[in-house]
């Protein structure tokens, strides 16, 4: 279970760069005052999720429950910022699905907030992958299925 909650976790990861990534790139850092998710969220998200993969792949390696509970509880602060996110995000999801039903003036300078190129399957897949590394690292930890 503790390997596929690594998989899982790296799956999750790779949805999440995508997704900073294509933040960073929409101008989520240069213009941060018309995105919706505010940098220290973001790259804390980010951060918090790093370390804790780092700290699961050393509980691999060495097999310590004190380090399966610290991953865990990177995990739990890393959920709620991303939960965050995604309220704070479904507005402007919303609102872009409005924006294409209508037509609108061509602005150059306008795109809206960053976060209005987030393709939802990468946004649905991430969040998928999340709980389910969630739930497979906290079993690991109660030492369920070893």
Do not use: C, Q
Not at 66 to 71: R, Y
Not at 92 to 118: D, K, Q, V, W
């Amino acid at each position: 279970m503790a390997i596929a909650a690594l998989i899982t976790w790296l799956l999750t990861a790779a949805g999440g760069f995508f997704l900073l990534g294509t933040w960073i790139a929409k101008g989520g850092v240069r213009e941060p005052h018309t995105s919706h998710l505010p940098p220290p969220v973001i790259f804390g998200h980010f951060l918090l999720a790093v370390i804790g993969l780092v700290l699961w792949i050393i509980y691999l390696v060495v097999d310590s429950d004190a380090l399966a509970w610290v991953a865990f509880g990177f995990l739990v602060p890393v959920a709620a910022l991303g939960f965050v996110m995604l309220l704070r995000w479904l507005p402007t999801y919303r609102e872009s699905r409005t924006a294409a039903a209508e037509p609108a003036p061509i602005s150059l300078t306008n795109e809206g907030p960053a976060e209005r190129h987030f393709p939802v399957l990468v946004v649905g897949g991430h969040g998928l992958w999340a709980v389910i590394t969630v739930v497979l690292v906290l079993l690991t930890a109660l030492g369920v299925g070893s």
